[in-house]
C-alpha cells in the first residue's frame, strides 16, 4: 500500500525563523508534490519533482527530492506570517491519483 | 478563466437522499479526478477517469458513482447519502504526461443532516 508520510503534523513558528517539513513515501512512484491549502479553499500547486536531486525554489519556500531515501524537503527561509496554511506533499499521480500526506498545519507568528 | 469548476460549492441535505456535484475543466486536460478531504483534512483518492478508463479506489462504496458526458466534464453522483459522506469533495484534471499535475477545483462542501 501506498504511503506518504509528513512531519511535523503541526508547527508553531515566529517570523524570520526556518524551518523543513519532511515528507517521506513509500511507493514506486517518484513524481513527489507539494500543495497549499488555505482554511477553506482548494489545494494551491507549488512544486512538482520529478527526479533524484530536483530542487525547486519559489520566494521564500524551497522543495527537494531525494528518491534513493524516498524523501522531500520543504524549506521555509525567513518565515512571514503570509506562509501560514496547511502544506501537503503527495506522491504518485497518473490514473492511480495522488496518496496525500497528512499535512503540515503551520502558523507563523509575529 | 476558471480552469476546474464545481458546483454547487455547498450542499446540505437529508439521509437516504441521491445528490450530484458536477465538475468541469478547460484546460484540454484528459484525466480527471475525485478526491474527499474530511474533518481531519486527510485526503484522499475516489475516483480517476482517463479516455474512457475508470480506475476506483476499492474503498470508495458503491452509492457513488462518477459519470463523465465528455472529457471536459466528472460528476459525482452520490445514492443514499449517509451522515459519514458529510466531506469537502474536490475534483482534479491533469494531463497525462510526466509530470501529471494536477489542478483543483474549489470543492463542494456536502453536509449531511
Known amino acids: 500500500e501506498l504511503k506518504v508520510e509528513q512531519n511535523p503534523l503541526f508547527l508553531s513558528m515566529q517570523e524570520g525563523k526556518n524551518y523543513t517539513i519532511y515528507c517521506n513515501y513509500s511507493t514506486t512512484s517518484d513524481r513527489l508534490y507539494w500543495y497549499r491549502q488555505d482554511p477553506g479553499k482548494s489545494l494551491e500547486s507549488l512544486f512538482v519533482l520529478l527526479s533524484n536531486g530536483a530542487v525547486k525554489q519559489e520566494g521564500r519556500l524551497m522543495a527537494s527530492l531525494d528518491t534513493k531515501a524516498r524523501l522531500s524537503t520543504l524549506h521555509i527561509t525567513a518565515a512571514v506570517h503570509d506562509l501560514s496554511a496547511t502544506y501537503f506533499c503527495?506522491?504518485?499521480?497518473?490514473?492511480?491519483?495522488?496518496?496525500f500526506g497528512k499535512g503540515t498545519h503551520l502558523i507563523i507568528q509575529p | 478563466d476558471t480552469a476546474v469548476s464545481q458546483t454547487p460549492k455547498y450542499l446540505v441535505t437529508q439521509m437516504g437522499n441521491d445528490k450530484s456535484i458536477k465538475c468541469e475543466q478547460n484546460l484540454g486536460h484528459d484525466t480527471m479526478y475525485w478526491y474527499k478531504q474530511d474533518s481531519k483534512k486527510f485526503l484522499k483518492i475516489m475516483f480517476s477517469y482517463n479516455n474512457k478508463e475508470l480506475i476506483i479506489n476499492e474503498t470508495v462504496p458503491n452509492r457513488f458513482s462518477p459519470k463523465s458526458p465528455d472529457k471536459a466534464h466528472l460528476n459525482l453522483h452520490i445514492n443514499s447519502l449517509e451522515l459519514g459522506d458529510s466531506a469537502v469533495y474536490f475534483c482534479a484534471s491533469s494531463y497525462k504526461g510526466r509530470s501529471y499535475e494536477q489542478y483543483f477545483g474549489p470543492g463542494t462542501r456536502l453536509t449531511v443532516t
Open positions: 503527495a506522491s504518485g499521480g497518473g490514473a492511480d491519483g495522488l496518496t
